[in-house]
């Protein structure tokens, strides 16, 4: 007899980016879909990730994270935020945000228990909340501004209704949570005692002199929340997946205990990486950001002169556009035929949607590349009329 697998395998595919990435090889299309710079990691990060190898941290890292690690991720947030948690006890290093976001949801939700997410959403949430038994509840970032409707936020909570998980700065729509959002929700989670994971991995791209404000700033939340984050977006280091959660050191007790029995440990010489980009002055966070909204300001005008409707995002590094004025094909078919008829990938956001027909009017592109990809892709862009 064959072996068959797990039931909870099923309907799971094959996540949106790999398939993307993948045809866009296949192609030899411009890859602006999955989220990842096409330029290098800062050499002083390179260097400190070297260094740790060639001076021995090569075995199994403390589980909770390397000490230099997690004292440089207490300095980063009192630095920025103001917040001071205890590198000890409040503090845990993970294999990049995804496993954080994924001990988290285990080591918070029962079986039955529901999590507030926003549509659309970064595609880990909902699998993750369903292998820990939780029930994703979507509320739509209705467009053009991909803001929610209070009245329907207030309608998804219950007494059923555990965490939510709060993206600032969002993937894939850009918005930023103001901090009047930001208190709304707050209302509601200290109204039904619910936990607010809140994934800031873009906490550093934020343009126009708008600022991040984290969930974990307000009083009332603070003990509620945890925050999580990466080294990948902030140090153009995506394949390095450090990350990390900061929360109650009652909260960190359950992750850790999850965490534990995932990976144990991440990857030693990487941790000492991050402590080195974490420790960074200013200037290298201002100039990352700035050197960002200069890409998405030029991706954004070669988008709005093709026809493709774009919404400038106030974060993240992603442009969504609005395809109805250049074509009534879904999305997941004009990517499809983006790549292969004009050489440049961009991400359709259905899987993002509990109600895919809403993201099947929108693509989203992503700016993190060189100027010269983000100029070949315009050259090609400058074609689109001639394929449809
Ligand atoms: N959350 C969001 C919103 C993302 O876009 C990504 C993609 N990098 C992640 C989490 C995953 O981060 P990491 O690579 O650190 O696991
Ligand atoms: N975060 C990246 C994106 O949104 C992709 C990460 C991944 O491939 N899982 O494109």
Redesign the pocket.
């Known amino acids: 007899m064959k072996p068959t697998f797990a039931s909870r395998t099923q309907g799971m595919g094959t996540s949106i980016f790999s398939e993307i990435s993948m045809l866009a090889r296949k192609h030899d299309a411009v890859n602006l879909g999955q989220?990842f710079p096409d330029y290098d990691t800062p050499d002083f990060m390179k260097q400190s990730a070297i260094e740790a190898i060639v001076q021995g941290k090569n075995q199994y890292a403390i589980g909770s994270g390397e000490r230099i690690l997690r004292h440089a991720i207490a300095r980063h947030s009192e630095h920025w935020y103001g917040l001071s948690f205890d590198p000890d006890d409040e503090i845990t290093v993970t294999?990049?945000?995804?496993?954080?976001?994924f001990c988290s949801l285990l080591a918070i939700i029962n079986p039955g228990d529901e999590v507030i997410v926003f549509q659309p959403y970064?595609d880990?949430y909902c699998p993750a909340i369903r292998m820990a038994g939780g029930i994703p509840i979507a509320v739509t970032l209705h467009a053009p501004y991909f803001s929610f409707n209070p009245m329907e936020l207030a309608q998804a909570f219950s007494p059923k209704t555990k965490a939510i998980i709060i993206?600032t700065p969002?993937?894939p729509t850009g918005t930023v949570f103001s901090l009047q959002e930001l208190q709304f929700i707050a209302e509601l989670c200290n109204e039904y005692h619910t936990i607010a994971i809140c994934?800031e991995?873009?906490e550093h791209c934020v343009y126009d002199g708008i600022t991040h404000v984290p969930m974990q700033k307000l009083a009332s939340m603070t003990d509620k929340t945890v925050r999580?984050s990466?080294?990948?977006?902030t140090f153009t280091a995506?394949g390095w997946?450090?990350?990390w959660a900061i929360g109650s050191a009652e909260f960190q007790k359950a992750l850790r205990s999850i965490h534990q029995f995932v990976v144990f440990a991440s990857a030693t010489p990487f941790q000492y990486a991050a402590a080195a980009g974490l420790s960074a002055d200013d200037t290298l966070y201002r100039e990352f950001a700035l050197d960002l909204q200069k890409k998405r300001d030029y991706l954004f005008s070669v988008l709005e002169q093709y026809g493709l409707q774009p919404q400038k995002p106030a974060g993240?590094y992603f442009i969504l556009c609005d395809i109805s004025g250049v074509t009534t094909l879904p999305s997941t078919m004009f990517a499809k035929k983006l790549i292969t008829e004009l050489g440049v990938a961009a991400i359709p956001p259905e899987t993002f949607y509990h109600t895919p027909e809403i993201g099947n009017r929108l693509l989203r592109f992503c700016f993190c590349k060189q100027d010269d990809t983000l100029h070949k892709a315009a050259e090609r862009l400058s074609q689109l009329s001639t394929i449809l």
């Open positions: 989220g294999s990049g945000a995804t496993e954080a976001l970064y880990s993206n969002h993937n994934d991995v873009y999580i990466s080294m990948g977006k995506t997946k450090i990350g993240s």
